[in-house]
């Protein structure tokens, strides 16, 4: 078929490449235009841009899509089917009505829980059991059209948001692929989304990364690991050189107890408002690397007993 691509961050590559290496003929690739990133603030390609252009593919990146020029160059691509990853642009209608079988969007989560920006973060910051992928049919709401095809994974025990997120990379370009394998044989049917248990994922912001070690072991677990590696949960403490903010990616609830912030032992337990967590990953402020728990206690000449603060 001829496909439109659009999609922006690493999500989204597996599913290009695995379009492109089924056959299909992918017109254009729409995406993000280059933003400055890096301390020198070069100007940096998105993933998928750079993809793109490794297999030959025209690239797009325009600033908006809401006016005659941008629905007249969508139009002259005469696709059969626009494939939407994570682009980070909202379609308006003119755009969601031109390819012959719609827009399908593959999403990072079990709709209609964790529609929105930052579904797989937030799965894991909720504690949820499973989380997974679904094609759906694109309508002008945010992530409300039917669903065609959904596949589950479970979240592990002390599962971050970063290996959920690479998780499901390849197991959505798996189920798109198929997607439109059964859309070019008429066999692919959309269930409208149910009208209840629906959540939004609101966009991360790092004003919410602060650890509060008051709160129950599994809660600030999850807060963790959601939010590792990026923008990564933090606390701060005195390590002997004044207030230091050190990140914290990765956690795992445990049973101990004690005052809520207090280490508990050389692995660098942490206790919490009730239970404890033990931190498994680590990163000081302008220390580049990631420590462990026991080397974090290490580094920072830090013993049982010490508080980290509540």
Not at 58 to 76: D, H, Q, Y
Not at 101 to 125: E, F, K, T, Y
Not at 244 to 263: F, H, M, N, Q, S
Not at 291 to 310: D, H, I, K, N, W
């Amino acid at each position: 078929m001829r496909v439109v691509f659009m999609g922006t961050p690493d999500f989204a590559v597996p599913t290009l490449a695995r379009l492109h290496a089924d056959g299909h003929t992918l017109v254009a690739v729409y995406t993000r235009a280059p933003a400055k990133a890096g301390r020198g603030m070069a100007l940096k390609a998105s993933p998928v841009h750079v993809m793109a252009e490794a297999l030959g593919v025209p690239v797009l990146t325009p600033t908006t899509l809401k006016n005659a020029e941008a629905v007249e160059t969508f139009r002259a691509h005469a696709a059969d089917v626009a494939v939407v990853v994570a682009y980070g642009m909202l379609l308006p209608q003119a755009i969601l009505d031109l390819p012959r079988h719609g827009c399908l969007n593959l999403h990072g989560s079990l709709l209609p829980r964790w529609r929105g920006a930052a579904p797989i973060q937030r799965a894991v910051m909720a504690g949820d059991a499973m989380s997974g992928v679904g094609v759906m049919r694109m309508e002008a709401g945010l992530d409300t059209g039917p669903v065609g095809l959904e596949a589950r994974l479970p979240i592990t025990h002390g599962m971050s948001a970063g290996a959920l997120h690479d998780a499901l990379m390849p197991l959505g370009a798996d189920l798109m692929a198929r997607a439109l394998a059964e859309l070019e044989h008429g066999a692919l049917a959309f269930t409208p989304q149910a009208t209840e248990g629906v959540v939004y994922a609101h966009k991360i912001t790092n004003d919410e990364a602060r650890i509060d070690w008051t709160r129950p072991a599994p809660e600030v677990a999850n807060h963790v690991n959601g939010l590792a590696p990026f923008p990564g949960a933090f606390f701060e403490a005195d390590l002997g050189k004044g207030p230091e903010r050190v990140k914290v990616l990765g956690a795992l609830a445990t049973e101990a107890k004690g005052d809520p912030g207090t280490i508990l032992d050389e692995a660098c337990t942490l206790a919490c408002g009730t239970g404890a967590v033990r931190l498994t990953a680590l990163r000081r402020a302008g220390k580049g690397g990631v420590a462990t728990g026991p080397e974090f206690m290490r580094g920072a000449r830090l013993v049982p007993g010490s508080s980290l603060g509540a």
